[in-house]
């Protein structure tokens, strides 16, 4: 039988359905494994905010993936106790995002202002040379900014 650690990793196939290249343990989605004494795995997930429409099928997702374990039955909970926030995001999670084309979020403390969207560095040629276009993006998760060097535009995954 798989062990707590094991299955952490294993969950780390398990990726973002909108950003594929990261996963939910990375992203901080996943926030609690454990085993119970006959064997079967719970897992608590913290969505990255209430409204997410893919709760049921990261939910859906994390199941299969326990299944694919040896883990016929499992439970796996959405829960809101403990906010999410961009700074649960791995430095492999922040890496990831890079790769996906999105300027990673800054780590913060205390109370963030606007400003930091002014200072997103460019995702594609790591340029501060930036300009925030917007600071809503296709997602509730994201601005719209434009780099003046490489000229591209690209979106920012705030920090929250």
């Not at 359905?17 to 989605?29: A, F, H, K, M, R």
């Not at 809101?80 to 913060?108: M, S, V």
């Amino acid at each position: 039988m798989p062990t707590v650690n094991e299955i952490w990793e294993a969950l780390k196939s398990v990726k973002d359905p909108e950003i594929p290249t990261i996963s939910l343990v990375d992203l901080g989605v996943i926030t609690a494994v454990s085993l119970d004494d006959a064997g079967i795995p719970h897992v608590r997930m913290t969505p990255t905010f209430v409204g997410c429409p893919a709760m049921d099928f990261m939910q859906q997702q994390v199941r299969e993936r326990l299944a694919q374990l040896g883990f016929p039955h499992s439970d796996v909970q959405m829960t809101f106790e403990d906010e999410w926030n961009t700074n649960k995001i791995t430095e492999e999670g922040l890496r990831a995002l890079n790769q996906h084309g999105l300027a990673p979020p800054p780590r913060y403390e205390g109370v963030l202002e606007l400003e930091v969207l002014n200072n997103t560095p460019c995702p594609y040629c790591k340029s501060h040379n930036t300009t925030l276009h917007s600071p809503f993006g296709p997602t509730l998760c994201r601005s719209l900014h434009y780099c003046n060097n490489c000229r591209q535009a690209f979106e920012g995954f705030k920090p929250v």
